[in-house]
């Protein structure tokens, strides 16, 4: 009799046991599943295809891979260097133009006068303030102008490589995302989000 009654409780502390057992595992979170990403369609043009067309028309290399904002920015940098340039190029023609005129005024005073000794001539021209003033001008507006055909060429590589880098990350996927939350009880938590391709 008593082997009976010890054997009845013992099932009931493996049943007790087994109900325990499987409240613990109801009361612990279920893990959510990770969200799937779709992904991305492929480009429609190599890195090198979009590196070659923004070369050669500013922002049409960004544009193919649907960086559109960058391409902007790339289109109005060349195009104010290029109005730039342009500008800079008037402004010493001006500046040639009106130091030739000068030099011709002071060549034909020194004729009026006279003057016909080569020596004599040119150190007169090189003291004449108004013609070295615009002498030096020309000079600057040239130097001027020579910076800024560099920055071009600059320019014109840097929007190449941009969209050559821009393509190859055009199509990665959308970067990991960390969150921070506070709790005066338990402390500071950290939520890192990786999403993933199917």
Do not use: K
């Amino acid at each position: 009799m008593s082997g009976i009654r010890a054997q009845w409780v013992a099932c009931g502390f493996a049943a007790l046991a087994i109900c325990w057992s499987a409240g613990a595992d109801a009361q612990q979170p279920q893990p959510t599943p990770l969200p799937t990403v779709q992904p991305p369609p492929p480009l429609r043009v190599s890195p090198r295809g979009a590196m070659v067309r923004a070369m050669v028309v500013p922002g049409w290399g960004h544009a193919a891979i649907g960086a559109y904002s960058r391409g902007a920015f790339y289109v109005a940098l060349e195009s104010l260097t290029a109005y730039t340039l342009l500008r800079t190029r008037n402004r010493l023609t001006d500046a040639r133009q009106r130091a030739g005129f000068r030099e011709s005024f002071v060549r034909a005073s020194l004729a009026q006068e006279g003057v016909t000794d080569p020596v004599v001539i040119e150190t007169r021209l090189e003291e004449d303030d108004v013609l070295t003033g615009l002498r030096n001008l020309a000079s600057s507006r040239e130097n001027q102008q020579e910076d800024l055909v560099a920055f071009g060429i600059f320019v014109l590589f840097l929007t190449g490589a941009d969209a050559f880098v821009s393509a190859h990350l055009a199509r990665f996927p959308t970067p990991i995302e960390v969150d921070v939350a506070g709790d005066p009880d338990a402390g500071m938590e950290i939520r890192v989000s990786v999403p993933l391709p199917r």
